[in-house]
């Protein structure tokens, strides 16, 4: 496929502005200022099928539409925070093309009617962060962002703010939350940010490589657009594999990629040649999928039919030589330490989880144990303030369930079913 | 008017009522910890979950409005909401929520101030499994005093959030913050400061289990020993609303009632402990007449044969040399027998006057709007309307007269020109529970009542009026105040002052007092009445 988010990565200096306009970029602003209404721009995007790439896989455009008519300011945030174990596409879109993002962040302000658009980024990345600033204050030298933009009567600022190092900060509400300055705690919804976000004012948050999407879609049209990826789930996509393959990294494809090209082809295959166990598809908050499973397209539906989500599309590959119950503890302290601790559910279930794994791990498990898991799991499951809850469940759900007898050996024999593939080791990688 | 159905009834509700509100406004007992009516709302604890149809899942009724739908939309052709709160989804939930309030609970019962009147154990002992499936280490924090009025107990949190959420809306200063994340959660002071706002104690109320506790009730005694009287607080003007707990004849603690034209949920911390104003106050047990320096014990018999020696025996009455001085501490009910009596006795327009005089400053007003006021006094708007005067304050001179005062507070007010004032007087009558300043100087002093011994009624600075309750009762040999001045208007031969009882006052009041016309006892009510006055009018007077 040609490369569109990624077309100018291996370009010198692809983060200035020159290298960015030389390669069309700020075309589509340029032409939204000049001929578009802000509604034409939601419409355009509704009609692309432009799915978010933050996890949920909400349709942009009609996201959009929800900004009620109101006389309140409105606000556009762009989620920087990526923070899902196993992704790391949005990372490789501010390092390497700050401008893409930041031409989608302000066309999409234009359709909402936004006059102010933050951009809240990881607190880890702080080179990043250079970067964007850098990149902010030369959209503003080219006259492209701040007052009476381009003479189009237009203005807009974008404010870029430093997460602090929670996980839930990502989460959208709770983004919002800490935005405002306030603890990182999401909030109940209704009512939904796109009509009480920022200050109580409507607000739409977007992912990275959502909005870098929006540019091209103005630029190529809809039908362009539509006929990379599928019917439900349009255009390019970055996917980030990870863990025991030759090649890891992000690859840009299709919507829809099957996922054993993804492992096999772009990601190389399984290192040392060893037998592949188990994928996670989507960031560590998707169940995971058997070897068994993992025919299948890298689309929305396609790994939703499969029981899992494309998620964050953060695939962690694991060979046989995995323990699965050491690999559930490693999530489940994962979700432990980043439970916000509002509700009861999630601050008292997850951490309690995380216990009894630790507890299986260190050969002091009982019978009981498993059950005690999955009813656990059920005690929280959709019973909490935000989806972190659901998130966290996922894993421990769905690898006592793939791999039960792992977990049934490490409580009886008190040690790990896997015997190390030893022989592969030696093998050529 | 939506029409909803909760288990199988109909309810007419208003268009934008709260779910979880209208269930308990209902008699529907729907278990909840983290929703408080006078807060925002926060869906933490995740325990008021209902099922609703058309609705996926379970939903936290805390957080649901009820609308109308339109008409083709309605369930079953005519509901705009179909609620369950007793399926065994909703059971199940309760009880899942509930084991995990409990993981780390100390259980501890036995020694919580809360027991009794906790929501997590009148939960876990309805909703609750038996046992224990968390078998792992608990989480431990120790307690401490967080402010002058408050302690924590963490391990008895469930982090509800009330308390947070009471500082930052209604107090309007964040002094509570949720310190750590996750698991680690704990509440605590902001920047090791205390929690010392002046309505701090509200949290301990608020607080749904035995984690915040009153400093003053500590370990005091089991609520369930506690007989509660509803009263209105005696520490300033505003005249918040109260429930006093009472043991063994004596104030154990005092919390606010709800009165939403009042004080809404809540009571400042100077009311709260106002009550041990009264503490170390030594009780007169009979009339005292004054002999060489000190006083002598004298009966009720021989006290007002004294008095009506000195003033109308022998037509010796002359109107403009007695003055009255009603107060402020004092009830509407006192303080108009004071009034029937100077106007028996004729006296003149000048020689009626309120004790103590203006008390100046600025009021407190807190984020929701609560306010303190700067006037200590219970009833001075009542006592002034009752008296027919205007303004506060002894006249300039008392030189040469017979003057009655009513203490009927507990806190000293003596200054420098009272002192000089009174001591001018020729023959001083106090009525007073202690020997004040105020009755060291009298030639006469006869015993009264402790502000929470007092029954009748009071009008609080915006016009209100409210029910006071003694909550506790006179020690035996003394009177209530007001039988008091009845006796002493009746040794002065005025007549019709013997009463039944202090309610058929209120309602004399009711037919004689202008703007209390029909302020019955039955209207004054547990919530008080408004008075027929224009608010604007008296704002000016009122301090
Ligand atoms: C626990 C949790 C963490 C999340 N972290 C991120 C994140 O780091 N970046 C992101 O874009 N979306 C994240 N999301 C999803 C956001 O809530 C939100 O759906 C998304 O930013 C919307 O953008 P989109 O519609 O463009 O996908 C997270 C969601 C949850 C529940
Ligand atoms: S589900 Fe977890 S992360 Fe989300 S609000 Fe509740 S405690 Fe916080
Ligand atoms: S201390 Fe009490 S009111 Fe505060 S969060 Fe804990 S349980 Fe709730
Ligand atoms: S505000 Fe006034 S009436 Fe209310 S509790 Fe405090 S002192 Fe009592
Ligand atoms: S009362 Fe509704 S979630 Fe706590």
């Keep these: ?429 | 008017m939506p029409l909803i159905k909760i288990n199988d009834r109909e309810y007419e509700v208003k268009p934008g009522a709260q779910l979880l509100q209208t269930a308990l406004d209902n008699g529907i007992e729907v278990p909840h910890y983290c929703y408080h009516p006078g807060l925002s709302i926060a869906g933490n604890c995740r325990m008021c979950c209902v099922e609703i149809e058309g609705m996926p899942g379970l939903q936290i009724s805390c957080n649901v409005t009820i609308g109308e739908l339109p008409e083709e939309r309605k369930i079953d052709g005519k509901y705009d909401m179909v609620i369950n709160t007793e399926s065994e989804e909703v059971k199940d939930s309760r009880s899942r929520v509930l084991e995990l309030l409990l993981l780390n609970h100390p259980i501890d019962c036995p020694v919580c101030d809360q027991a009794g009147e906790c929501l997590l154990q009148d939960y876990s002992f309805e909703h609750g499994s038996a046992h224990s499936r968390f078998t792992e280490e608990k989480r431990v924090n120790p307690k401490k005093q967080l402010g002058p009025e408050v302690w924590i107990y963490p391990n008895r949190c469930i982090l509800c959030s009330r308390c947070v959420r009471f500082c930052e809306e209604i107090v309007g200063d964040p002094q509570l913050m949720v310190r750590n994340r996750g698991y680690s959660s704990i509440i605590d002071v902001r920047d090791n400061q205390p929690l010392d706002n002046k309505l701090s104690g509200n949290t301990a109320d608020i607080c749904p289990v035995g984690s915040l506790v009153s400093n003053d009730f500590l370990h005091k005694t089991r609520v369930w020993n506690l007989v509660e009287e509803d009263t209105i607080c005696m520490d300033c003007s505003v005249g918040c609303n109260l429930i006093v707990g009472v043991s063994k004849e004596k104030i154990q603690r005092i919390k606010p009632r709800l009165n939403k034209e009042v004080n809404d949920y809540w009571m400042c911390d100077d009311g709260r402990i106002g009550y041990h104003a009264a503490d170390e106050l030594e009780r007169l047990q009979s009339p005292l007449i004054k002999e060489g320096d000190g006083f002598r014990p004298v009966s009720w018999t021989e006290v007002f044969d004294f008095i009506a020696d000195k003033t109308v025996a022998n037509g010796k009455l002359s109107p403009d040399k007695i003055e009255i001085i009603g107060s402020a501490y004092g009830t509407n009910e006192e303080n108009y027998l004071l009034k029937k009596i100077a106007d028996g006795l004729s006296l003149p327009e000048g020689n009626r006057s309120l004790y103590p005089g203006e008390m100046e400053g600025d009021a407190i007003i807190f984020k929701s709007g609560f306010r303190i006021s700067p006037d200590k006094t219970p009833n001075r708007r009542g006592a002034l309307d009752m008296l027919g005067l205007k303004n506060s304050g002894l006249a300039d001179s008392l030189a040469a007269k017979i003057v009655y005062l009513l203490q009927g507070g507990v806190h000293d007010l003596m200054t420098e020109s009272v002192n000089e004032i009174l001591k001018k007087s020729e023959f001083l009558i106090v009525q007073s529970a202690y020997l004040s300043d105020e009755a060291k100087l009298a030639d006469v002093v006869l015993p009264g009542t402790f502000h929470y011994e007092k029954n009748g009624t009071m009008t609080n600075d915006r016009n209100r009026v409210q029910r006071v309750r003694g909550v506790v009762q006179t020690p035996i040999g003394v009177k209530e105040d007001w039988e008091v001045i009845a006796e002493f208007g009746g040794a002065l031969g005025i007549k019709n002052m013997s009463y039944e009882s202090v309610d058929d006052i209120t309602d004399e009041i009711a037919v004689r007092v202008n703007e209390y016309e029909g302020i019955t006892v039955e209207k004054v009510g547990s919530l008080g009445s408004d008075l027929n006055r224009e608010k604007e009018s008296v704002q000016e007077i009122a301090p």
């Design chain 1, 1 to 429: 496929m040609e490369k569109i988010l990624t077309k100018n990565i291996e370009t010198e200096n692809s983060h200035r502005i020159s290298v960015y306009m030389e390669s069309g970029g700020y075309e589509a602003w340029k032409k939204v200022l000049k001929e578009m209404s802000p509604e034409e721009v939601t419409d355009i995007v509704k009609e692309s099928g432009l799915r978010g790439r933050g996890g949920a896989g909400f349709p942009a455009g009609l996201k959009w539409s929800f900004v009620p008519k109101v006389d309140k300011p409105k606000y556009l945030v762009c989620n920087a925070d990526e923070s899902e174990p196993g992704t790391f596409k949005d990372r490789l879109l501010l390092e390497k093309d700050p401008h893409m993002m930041l031409e989608g962040i302000v066309i999409a302000s234009y359709a909402i009617k936004a006059n102010t658009a933050f951009v809240y980024i990881r607190g880890e990345f702080a080179n990043q962060t250079v970067l964007l600033l850098e990149a902010i204050q030369e959209m503003k030298e080219k006259g492209l962002l701040g007052k009476n933009i381009l003479s189009s009567g237009y203005d807009l600022e974008i404010l870029v703010t430093r997460g602090a190092g929670a996980y839930i900060c990502g989460e959208e509400t709770a983004l919002l939350t800490s935005l405002e300055g306030k603890r990182g705690y999401p909030k109940i919804k209704p009512p939904f940010p796109a009509v009480e976000g920022y200050l109580r004012s409507p607000t739409i948050v977007n992912n990275v490589e959502t909005l870098c999407c929006v540019p091209h879609i103005i630029n190529n049209g809809t039908d362009w657009f539509k006929s990379i990826g599928t019917e439900k789930s349009s255009g390019p996509k970055l996917y980030c594999v990870s863990g025991h393959v030759r090649n890891p990294g992000v690859f840009e494809l299709p919507m829809g990629v099957p996922l054993k090209e993804l492992i096999f082809d772009h990601a190389g295959g399984i290192l040392h040649n060893r037998k592949l166990k188990a994928v996670i598809p989507g960031g560590s908050s998707t169940p995971v999928l058997t070897e068994s499973e993992i025919d299948i397209n890298m689309d929305f539906d396609s790994v939703a039919a499969a029981g899992s989500m494309l998620g964050s599309a953060g695939i962690i590959v694991m060979d046989e030589n995995t323990d699965m119950v050491d690999a559930c503890y490693n999530l489940s302290k994962f979700y432990a330490h980043e439970t916000c601790g509002q509700c009861t559910p999630c601050r008292e279930g997850v951490p309690w989880m995380k216990t009894i794994l630790g507890r299986i791990t260190n050969g002091k498990g009982r019978n009981r144990d498993i059950n005690l898991l999955l009813d656990i799991c059920k005690s929280i499951e959709k019973r909490t303030i935000c989806p972190f809850g659901d998130a966290a469940v996922a894993p421990v759900k769905s690898y006592i369930e793939k791999f039960r007898e792992e977990f049934d050996y490490y409580i009886e024999h008190k040690k790990s079913m896997i015997q190390k593939n030893v022989k592969s080791l030696d093998a050529v990688n």
